[in-house]
């Protein structure tokens, strides 16, 4: 299979034009944006109901929302208070590309965001490879998972700035060691900055919002 | 990208001849094999494991224990007792592919096994593309990655003739609603077959021993 290497190489470098694009016209507005990486159900969507609740009277908030298929999350964020949300809904395609976010952005009015959240398909290996003009990537994983993960899928928790460690309300029901899985990610990247939240609960949300909080008010001060 | 589906299905196509080959030298041997798909972290290592003290005593398991990174599972499946364990890492692919597992199973002694099981990396989507000669794959979801899975991922489900609900002792810890994820699975397969289970209480598990020596009893049967 020669050909394989070129090809994907290929559909990177095409998908990392369109990238560049995207993050230069996302700079243009001064719009922080993360791209939501993790699992099936580690509570990526939980987590944005939460933020889209707590901060969206203060905070403009859009939402691309991809899935292999239904626009369940989508709809979950318009009924949490999300104005802008755009699903993408990939048809059996394993991660979302540039073009896909591209395409939803140009139905997004973005006059007044803060924050664009795109929320990927769920999936701790493909979305890694695929650059989305986004800021930075932040990696979800629940305390159900196994706190191997980080050793297992490297290349996620290697390119992600954040990782937030959520359900921790479900600490001590499984072997998953909240030290370790901390650990773990570290020796993966060891500038990762570790938040653990509970949707649950409550527990850590408050300084999930502070912090991202101050990533908005970091990039609106960006000249 | 007018290349992608003549590729694609070029890669298929090769992957779909060794799957034969592979399904041929199996049934010669009347071996059961199961292709194990799941979310990172639905406890399929743990359900081997449990699996392998169990019932390793009457009858012959062997693992192909994929991975992207770390040997880490089939580390834990030789310290339960499995005698023919081989790793695959596949060092960043989302999936196993049937080239993959032939050369692993060039290095298995199958002479007496009864039972190959096939650990393929944690991904609800990329696997389910790719047969890798099993007798048929099944598919293991945990309680607490949310109810909709199966109509998130509908192909895995679809491809799938058996769904394991694992960590069922953790029901009541979020708002997964089991009769929820039977309607939705039976609703993207109406002929699954469904088995609840949880490695940590235990519940469940004896149906799934007494399931899975059927299986291999009636494999023997066959001519």
Not at 112 to 121: M, P
Request: net charge neutral; proline share 3%; charged share 25%.
């Amino acid at each position: 299979m020669a050909e394989k290497v070129p090809f994907e190489q290929k559909v990177l470098s095409e998908n990392d034009r369109i990238a560049a694009e995207i993050r230069g016209a996302l700079n243009q507005r001064k719009i922080f944006s993360f791209n939501m990486v993790s699992s099936p159900g580690s509570g990526k969507t939980s987590l944005l109901e939460k933020t889209i609740s707590a901060i969206g009277s203060q905070v403009n908030i859009a939402v691309i929302a991809g899935d292999v298929q239904t626009e369940n999350d989508a709809q979950r964020l318009l009924r949490a208070g999300c104005k802008l949300v755009r699903p993408i809904v990939t048809g059996g395609a394993c991660h979302l590309d540039a073009n896909m976010v591209s395409r939803a952005l140009k139905e997004l009015e973005l006059e007044n965001t803060d924050l664009l959240v795109i929320e990927n398909v769920g999936n701790l290996v493909c979305p890694s490879s695929y650059d989305l003009g986004e800021d930075m990537k932040i990696v979800v994983m629940s305390t159900t998972e196994g706190d191997d993960k980080p050793l297992k899928y490297p290349a996620m928790f290697r390119r992600s700035s954040v990782m937030v460690v959520n359900k921790i309300d479900l600490l001590g029901t499984s072997d998953f060691d909240l030290e370790m899985v901390k650990a773990n990610a570290l020796k993966v990247n060891g500038t990762l900055t570790i938040i653990e939240t509970s949707c649950r609960t409550g527990a850590g949300l408050d300084q999930w919002y502070a912090w991202l909080q101050e990533q908005i008010a970091h990039k609106k001060q960006k000249s």
